[in-house]
């Protein structure tokens, strides 16, 4: 265990750079839905296998909003995708790079529809058979990069207006079923309008609830309940308006979440478009009330400090998809620090007899930005690479009865730890590694949770159990500098 957690907070970090100045904003969006035409099959991800698309109910996006204060620049992508790996991130990158400023940051974070392309390869058309289309994440990956300058290019003089909302409404609308129930209902909303005409350059909302309203049987591309949250928003404020997931690791409103229908006056119902617009379109009201009760910020400097985490690898279902070409070579494992394309041949149950990749640890990401003022935070954005669980950011990690590791130490947990009123959380960012669950709260062997009949979901779409304390250990020393 020594020797795991050793790796997985191994970092390396770089110093923040800070110089004061006029705050500057541009935004930028691009279509990033995939072509259907031509006989080309589409695999939708989230639900499992084998869940093609046939037809597109609403373009999916990038959506890029560049800030700039003295010499620093930051660059912020939601693109609506199930998940990006780091890999990909990294090539968006480099093609950014070209024609970015010096001293400059891009952070890409995925909104997690779950009615858009396979871009991780895990929902093909049977296990162990990928559903990505490299040809479309070559393509993907020069066009969040372009777009991503496209914001850069548009940057102006600016004012940052912030805002935040713990209206007991955010709370109803995520649902949750594993024990504890403990939810993340911090609505963060920040908007930038330009300094000559007051005009709306960009409006981002951050909040934690699963893009999955339509369910699984909706074989149409969407980008689900965000789409009108940006829709409204765009209606009301003008500029472009983006929304970043949060900490959504068990939270859902699928089968959990009542929404009335003002029309009928009857409860929407689960799977349907109009619950979508319903749940959607409260956000946007919500977020619109959270600027009009918030205030205006004088940003004259940012702070950005990135991290790379060796985070150990304990899931043999993604090790077999890694040694069988699922993931296309793009969460390649490594063993002290340095790649390890070495595999075995070992038998899984449900699989049989399969190579299986034997590397220690994933590589990914943390970063910790503070937008500042006068030498003080006054909002802050935490990057997250995959679903955190909402007690590990607000606190409740519990111990049960049938858990796996019942005395395992609780891992930091995270907003105690930050320093202003404006906390951003965004989730599935640079990266996704599936759900960070607390150590004490695992449960992949019987007896159950709480004695339960059967076992929670969770564990299955997580690298392993000691994922959460190597990210929350890399973010607080970021934290901490």
């Known amino acids: 265990m020594r020797r795991l957690l050793s790796l997985a907070v191994f970092l390396s970090a770089s110093s923040p750079l800070v110089w004061a100045g006029e705050l500057e904003a541009g935004a930028a969006r691009s279509a990033i839905t995939p072509e259907l035409s031509g006989g080309r099959v589409v695999y939708l991800a989230g639900f499992g296998h084998n869940r093609a698309a046939t037809g597109v109910h609403d373009e999916l996006y990038a959506h890029c909003l560049a800030l700039g204060a003295a010499h620093r620049t930051l660059v912020l992508c939601s693109v609506d995708l199930i998940g990006l790996f780091y890999d990909d991130v990294l090539a968006i990158r480099r ?82 079923d594993r024990p504890p129930i403990v939810k993340d209902p911090f609505l963060f909303v920040m908007r930038l ?25 909706n074989t149409e591309i969407t980008s689900d309940y965000p789409h009108w949250v940006r829709t409204y928003l765009e209606e009301q404020l003008g500029g472009t308006a983006l929304f970043f997931s949060g900490s959504i690791g068990k939270v859902s409103p699928l089968h959990q979440v009542s929404l009335v229908d003002p029309d009928t ?3 929407a119902e689960d799977g349907t478009w109009r619950k979508a617009e319903l749940l959607g379109t409260e956000i946007g009201r919500l977020s619109q009330r959270a600027l009009k009760n918030g205030g205006e910020a004088d940003i ?77 935070a006054v909002a802050e954005i935490v990057a997250i690479p995959g ?37 951003f959380i965004f989730g599935l960012t640079n990266d996704e590694i599936g759900y ?46």
């Not at 950011?393 to 519990?398: E, K, L, R, T």
């Open 95 to 176: 093609q950014f790079e070209r024609t970015a400023p010096s001293a400059s940051l891009l952070i890409v974070a995925a909104t997690h529809t779950h009615a858009g392309p396979d871009t991780l390869g895990l929902y093909g058309p049977k296990p162990l058979q990928s559903g990505i289309d490299p040809q479309y994440l070559n393509w993907l990956d020069a066009r969040i990069a372009a777009t991503a300058s496209g914001a850069v290019r548009a940057m102006q003089p600016a004012r940052l207006e912030l805002g935040r909302d713990d209206h007991p409404l955010l709370g109803l609308l995520q649902g949750e």
């Open 193 to 217: 309008a330009a300094r000559s005409t007051g005009q709306t350059i960009a409006t981002l909302v951050n909040w934690s609830d699963h893009p999955e309203v339509l369910g699984g049987k």
């Open 265 to 267: 006056g009857k409860i």
């Open 300 to 376: 004259d400097s940012l702070s950005i400090r990135s991290a790379t985490v060796f985070v150990p690898m304990q899931n043999p279902l993604f090790r077999a998809a890694e040694a069988a070409g699922v993931l296309k070579g793009r969460k390649p494992l490594y063993t002290n620090g340095k790649p390890d394309p070495q595999t075995q041949t070992r038998n899984l149950p449900n699989l049989g007899r399969v190579e299986f990749a034997t590397g220690s640890d994933i590589r990914t990401e943390v970063d910790y930005v503070q937008l500042r003022s006068r030498g003080a």
């Open 387 to 423: 679903e955190i669980y909402p007690e590990l950011v607000d606190g409740g990690i519990q111990r049960y009865s049938g858990a796996d590791y019942p005395d395992a130490p609780f891992e930091p947990v995270l907003r105690p730890q930050l320093k202003s009123k404006y906390q």
């Open 436 to 481: 960070l669950i607390p150590k004490a709260e695992w449960d992949e062997e019987p007896p159950w949770l709480m004695n339960a009949s059967s076992s929670f979901y969770g564990e299955v779409n997580s690298v392993g159990p000691d994922a959460a304390v190597a990210v929350l250990r890399a973010l607080s020393a970021l934290v901490r500098q």
